[in-house]
């Protein structure tokens, strides 16, 4: 069965610091990766997502995410960071199966940006 | 417009109730979703649909019982609510496309349920 990681639980940064927020995955086939944020009291929403081609993928609000197959890793960087950044950030992986298309999300890191 | 909706929004009941949650999407996804975010944020998917046919379900107790009346509709239905059962409830929606491979999931408001 598929598991996702996230390495840190809760990250707390001054506004402008970057951002690296680490997400492991376990399966050895073709995946699909996403990272969704959950601002507080809202649902989630989509940041950027890799599906094939440039293992590099930009998402919205100046994020962007790195696939390095090698290490089963996709984290996600922000160069410098706004205080509306603070909110729940959430890897997810869909192991391309013949059945279903299951969502396996990581526990989430709860990111505080200090103004 | 709301692409993906949930009602009600917040649920407030008694241990042994029976209650529903209704998810419309707006989107023309084929497939439909239900995850449960517990107290710690932790999310889990529940169950699957595509096409109103049940495709993914995951070990959920059978008082949680999902129907699909038409493919823009997924309801949860709870029975015999317990404790353990407060959570926050997704409803998310995709397409599929022809090939039939998935695509990006789209997330609901969420439901608060609180069971006291």
């Known amino acids: 069965a598929q598991s996702v990681s996230q390495h840190n639980h809760h990250v707390i940064l001054s506004e402008a610091a970057s951002l690296e927020l680490g997400c492991n995955y376990s399966y050895g086939g073709t995946v699909n990766l996403f990272w969704y944020v959950q601002y507080p009291g809202q649902h989630l929403q989509l940041l950027l997502k890799?599906?094939?081609?440039?293992?590099l993928v930009k998402g919205i609000k100046g994020f962007e995410a790195e696939f390095i197959k090698s290490k089963f890793s996709f984290n996600l960087r922000k160069p410098s960071v706004q205080w509306s950044d603070t909110a729940e950030y959430f890897c997810a992986v869909n192991a391309l199966k013949a059945a279903g298309n299951k969502l396996t999300f990581g526990g989430g890191t709860r990111v505080l940006v200090k103004p | 417009d709301t692409a993906v909706s949930q009602t009600p929004k917040y649920l407030v009941t008694q241990m042994g109730n029976d209650k529903s949650i209704k998810c419309e999407q707006n989107l023309g996804h084929d497939t439909m979703y239900w995850y449960k975010q517990d107290s710690k944020k932790f999310l889990k998917i529940m169950f699957s649909?595509?096409?109103?046919?049940?495709?993914i379900n995951e070990t959920v107790p059978n008082r949680f019982s999902p129907k699909s009346p038409d493919k823009a509709h997924l309801n949860l239905h709870i029975n015999s609510l317990e404790l353990g059962d407060s959570a926050v409830y997704f409803c998310?929606?995709?397409?599929?496309?022809?090939?039939?491979?998935?695509?990006?999931?789209?997330f609901g408001p969420g439901t608060r349920l609180t069971v006291l």
């Open positions: 998310a929606s995709s397409p599929k496309t022809g090939t039939g491979l998935y695509n990006e999931q789209f």
């Open positions: 649909y595509n096409n109103k046919e049940l495709i």
């Open positions: 890799y599906f094939s081609g440039d293992p």
